[in-house]
């Protein structure tokens, strides 16, 4: 869930205070390449961002602290990002390597991973970038181990999966990564974002989504009053969550979390599982172990729920059993939203659409474009 301009500002400025250029000017460019030159509202704060790092460089000291490549820099790919994060030795690398590939470095020594490292998770509609990260230390947030850079990685995600040692204490492991979360402002929750907050540069409240009642949008108008925020629109993927909103208004990033008790083989793993169900009800909680992939089906389908994808089809002729391309959407898409990431559609010139599933009353109903899409909905667009 992004955060107004503003208050972006004031976190990049609390992150890059006491540090030295080269530590400020990588913050700073991170944040300059996660900004979307076409996010409406941000124009501003990425001019003062760019001259910033214009004035660290020209300090003589442009470069990462390790060296001109910043390792905590890790490129977009695919539809979505999931961090895979824990403590010491929990076995977070060999997961990520054996069930996105990651080219990960696996040993029994602790700390192994000494910088983030990235698979993909290829799914039929799109793929899910994976990443491996350095542990999460007591005393992360302030600057143990990899420090705040790293608590930053894991913010960029859109889900995150909280690997944990059946052979350890796993609902002390789990509320230490939590704490440290917290306290970076990232705020680990069981589910899927139901409200996403977007800024914008103009165009006054708006609401995009699923529909929203009177009364809903009247609370959410008045605390984006109260907050400052003139301009940006709310989309409901779910339900209006008036906590969610609120969260993101107070510069908290909402992130859509499950455990993974890893080396379900140890005698204590049974317990484990019980013991974290008991300590965060709600959370899903997955037994794993890399060795022989056990309940890897069941891992993929949790992340996919906790990203809030939902599967549809595109159909090459206006009949539900032509040739389909599958895509992963997410909840509250449009049929527009669909036309703009679809392969072979030009989004311009489509004017509406047939569907076959749920979201209509009639196999091969005709809809306009901002008609909601549901899961296994099948669409055909008509230009």
Not at 3 to 25: F, Q, V, Y
Not at 310 to 327: F, G, I, K, Y
Not at 342 to 349: I, K, M, P, Y
């Amino acid at each position: 869930m992004h955060l107004p301009a503003n208050h972006l500002w004031r976190k990049i400025e609390s992150e890059i205070t006491g540090k030295d250029h080269a530590e400020a000017a990588a913050i700073m460019r991170r944040y300059l390449d996660e900004i979307p030159a076409s996010w409406r509202g941000y124009q501003a704060l990425r001019d003062r961002l760019v001259k910033r790092v214009g004035r660290s460089e020209a300090a003589g000291a442009g470069r990462s602290t390790r060296g001109s490549r910043d390792e905590f820099h890790v490129q977009r790919r695919g539809i979505a990002r999931v961090c895979f994060i824990g403590a010491a030795n929990c076995g977070k690398s060999a997961i990520v390597n054996a069930f996105a590939q990651a080219p990960t470095e696996v040993n029994d020594f602790p700390q192994t991973t000494r910088e983030p490292v990235a698979g993909l998770l290829r799914l039929g509609g799109g793929d899910i970038q994976c990443l491996d990260t350095p542990a999460i230390l007591p005393g992360t947030v302030g600057g143990e181990g990899f420090g705040r850079r790293l608590l930053h990685l894991v913010s960029t995600g859109d889900a995150a999966v909280v690997v944990l040692d059946a052979g350890e204490d796993v609902t002390s492991q789990a509320r230490l990564i939590m704490a440290e979360l917290a306290a970076f402002g990232v705020r680990l929750q069981p589910h899927a974002i139901g409200t996403e907050l977007t800024p914008q540069g103009r165009g006054g409240i708006s609401f995009a989504g699923e529909p929203i009642d009177k009364a809903d949008a009247s609370v959410a108008r008045r605390m984006l009053t109260e907050a400052e925020v003139m301009h940006a629109r709310v989309t409901v993927r779910s339900a209006f969550s008036e906590d969610e909103l609120a969260a993101s208004l107070a510069g908290q990033t909402l992130m859509p979390t499950l455990f993974v008790v890893n080396k379900d083989d140890l005698p204590g793993a049974g317990k484990a599982e019980t013991d974290l169900r008991d300590a965060f009800p709600g959370h899903a909680v997955i037994r794993t172990n890399f060795l022989d992939e056990a309940n890897f089906d069941d891992l993929q389908a949790t992340i996919v729920s906790a990203l809030g994808l939902r599967a549809v089809a595109v159909l090459d002729e206006p009949a539900a059993d032509a040739r389909a391309a599958p895509l992963l959407m997410r909840a509250g898409s449009s049929a527009r939203d669909i036309a703009e990431r679809a392969e072979g559609v030009d989004d311009s010139s489509v004017v509406a659409a047939l569907v076959w599933g749920d979201s209509v009353k009639h196999p091969g109903q005709e809809v306009g474009l901002s008609h909601l899409v549901a899961d296994g909905d099948r669409v055909h667009f008509r230009a």
